[in-house]
Nanobody, 127 residues
Framework: VQLQASGGGLVQPGGSLRLSCVASGFSLDYFTMGWFRQAPGKAREGVSCIDKSDGSTYYADSVKGRFTISRDNAKNTVYLQMNSLEPEDTAVYYC?????????????????????WGEGTQVTVSS
């Protein structure tokens, strides 16, 4: 059972990145998926989550209108499209899966004990 995140990198302010999170050993169909981030010296933050049942989404206020979460269950993958990136978006980004939580609950309680966590991918926004 594993989640593998990728797609991070160095980008200039205003630029875009797309993160991917591929699941192996289990099917994403049955899990609410989320993206989280943690910057140095800061607490983990729920960025965006997508519900397993109805596809409803959660976005942190700081990323609304700039980030879009999506899932492709056929590819067992969840994506985070990040546009208009700002230096404040610099962090390690993690994906997670949970069988019981809604997207809203998952995003609101980022310190929760999610069922599966992936390794992080570094996103650096700098000129």
């Amino acid at each position: 059972v594993q989640l593998q995140a990728s797609g991070g990198g160095l980008v200039q302010p205003g630029g875009s990145l797309r993160l991917s999170c591929v699941a192996s050993g289990f099917s994403l169909d049955y899990f609410t998926m989320g993206w989280f981030r943690q910057a140095p010296g800061k607490a983990r933050e729920g960025v965006s989550c997508i519900d397993k049942s109805d596809g409803s989404t959660y976005y942190a206020d700081s990323v609304k209108g700039r980030f879009t979460i999506s899932r492709d269950n056929a590819k067992n993958t969840v994506y985070l499209q990040m546009n208009s990136l700002e230096p404040e978006d610099t962090a390690v980004y993690y994906c997670a899966a949970d069988f019981t939580l809604t997207a809203q609950a998952m995003g609101t309680y980022p310190e929760g004990n999610m069922d599966v966590w992936g390794e992080g991918t570094q996103v650096t926004v700098s000129s």
